[in-house]
């Protein structure tokens, strides 16, 4: 079935650097990446869809120029959190589209997810 | 308004019984897909089950069962013979329209405890 890989699982980083999250589709093409954030004990925030080879779209109130979405191919979708802070600390969670729509999972496949810490 | 809302924060399951997550939806379109996934305290998100909105029987999947009840808009799931393995967040999701590019909307979860 489709598969999509999450790297790294979790990431501790200093305040003021940058973190690269990746979302790799393994035997399927994605057309279309979501990225989410999760709280503790809350639900899955859209926070922007990605479409391969053009700009992402940004839900409202999510910081373009903090969550730099990048989705060269059809198989990767980067999500970039730059100069991280405290409250940046969150699980980020990906979830693909495959281009066939009847695919497993009725088109979607979620990432392992990465939980992210910022000292 | 919320598109899902799933009213039980937290459930608690005798071992071997049945448990029912609670789910209702709103949409104005007549296509749309239900989802239900399990998220265990790893954080990965598993894919449980499926409704079609044009589905006429409720879908099943092992243990699995959504209780579909369109005029009401509620999607419940239904897991029969809980383990312990089941303890975890549950979400239930909508999708609207036919295109599966279309972003998932999330109800607030619910977390399931199974008790031996």
């Known amino acids: 079935g489709a598969v999509v890989s999450q790297h790294p699982s979790w990431v501790i980083c200093k305040s003021g650097t940058s973190v690269k999250i990746e979302c790799r589709s393994l035997?399927?093409?994605?057309?279309?990446m979501f990225w989410y954030r999760q709280f503790p004990k809350q639900s899955l925030m859209l926070m922007a869809t990605?479409?391969?080879?053009?700009?992402?779209?940004?839900e409202q109130g999510v910081e373009k120029d903090k969550f730099l979405i990048n989705h060269a191919s059809l198989t990767l979708s980067t999500l970039t959190v730059t100069s991280a802070h405290p409250e940046d600390s969150s699980f980020y969670i990906c979830?693909?589209?495959?281009?066939?729509?009847?695919?497993?999972?009725?088109?979607?496949?979620f990432g392992s997810g990465t939980r992210l810490t910022v000292v | 308004a919320q598109k899902i809302t799933q009213t039980q924060p937290g459930m608690f399951v005798q071992e071997k019984e049945a448990v029912t997550l609670d789910c209702t939806y709103d949409?104005?379109?007549?296509?749309?897909?239900l989802f239900w996934y399990k998220q265990p305290s790893s954080g990965e998100m598993i894919f449980l089950i499926y409704?079609?909105?044009?589905?006429?029987q409720n879908a099943t999947e092992g243990r699995y069962s959504l209780n579909f009840q369109k005029a009401r808009k509620s999607a419940n799931l239904v897991i029969s013979a809980s383990q312990l393995g089941d303890s975890a967040m549950y979400f239930c999701a909508m999708r609207e329209g036919r295109n599966t590019g279309n972003q998932f909307y999330f109800g607030t979860g619910t977390s399931l405890t199974v008790i031996p």
């Open positions: 949409t104005s379109d007549q296509s749309y897909g």
């Open positions: 409704q079609g909105s044009y589905d006429e």
């Open positions: 035997d399927f093409q994605a057309t279309t």
């Open positions: 979830s693909a589209r495959a281009d066939t729509p009847g695919d497993t999972n009725y088109g979607y496949t």
């Open positions: 990605s479409n391969e080879g053009s700009k992402a779209t940004y």
